[in-house]
């Protein structure tokens, strides 16, 4: 049985012409958590967590010359309750799926860098700049999945082993440019 959580539907009418603004309008009911759920409509859980971004994409979707209404729905059966809300979960399970992938690929960048013994404040600073990224990307899918999926916790404990991973990274880093040769080796089993 689907979650019973409150609804709404989003009415999007934009010209075709320039796309410009159906795109902007599109990626910003992304943004906000929206999903599809057929030509021109859209779905959400009804809740103020989603308000300034369904405005935003109001505000878009009225200087593309369009037309944007949210509606509350009210779902009469279990069927239509279990549409909403499976197709809400399956955005948000494809969502964590590729964050916690991108979690692989940053642990893998490090280990990559730390074999390679590239241990310089460049190469950190720029390990850093992709760790906030995941961290911002985290804070935005968490902001969204309003489901509680354990996939977030998943994620959530990937996002641990990351920042972890930087922690040691940066003290070879530290290491190598102030430490001695032995601490390095200390430090990487070499």
């Not at 009415?11 to 796309?19: D, F, H, M, R, T």
Request: hydrophobic share 40%; aromatic share 8%.
């Amino acid at each position: 049985m689907a979650q019973n959580i409150e609804w709404v539907l989003i009415i999007v009418q934009i010209p075709s012409e320039p796309s410009r603004h159906r795109v902007a309008v599109w990626r910003q009911l992304r943004k906000t958590g929206a999903v599809p759920v057929s030509s021109g409509v859209w779905t959400l859980p009804a809740g103020p967590v989603f308000q300034a971004e369904l405005d935003r994409a109001a505000e878009l979707s009225r200087k593309g010359g369009g037309t944007f209404a949210v509606i509350d729905a009210a779902p009469r059966d279990e069927a239509a309750r279990a549409l909403l809300h499976d197709t809400f979960k399956a955005a948000r399970v494809d969502e964590w799926a590729e964050f916690t992938a991108d979690c692989g690929k940053f642990e893998a960048e490090l280990a990559k860098e730390i074999a390679k013994e590239k241990f310089t404040f460049a190469e950190l600073e720029e390990e850093e700049q992709s760790m906030e990224r995941l961290r911002r990307w985290y804070r935005d899918l968490k902001k969204r999945d309003v489901l509680d999926l354990p996939e977030a916790r998943d994620a959530d404990r990937h996002l641990r082993v990351c920042n972890n991973a930087l922690d040691g990274y940066a003290e070879l880093v530290y290491q190598a440019v102030h430490g001695t040769a032995e601490d390095t080796d200390r430090i990487t089993g070499g």
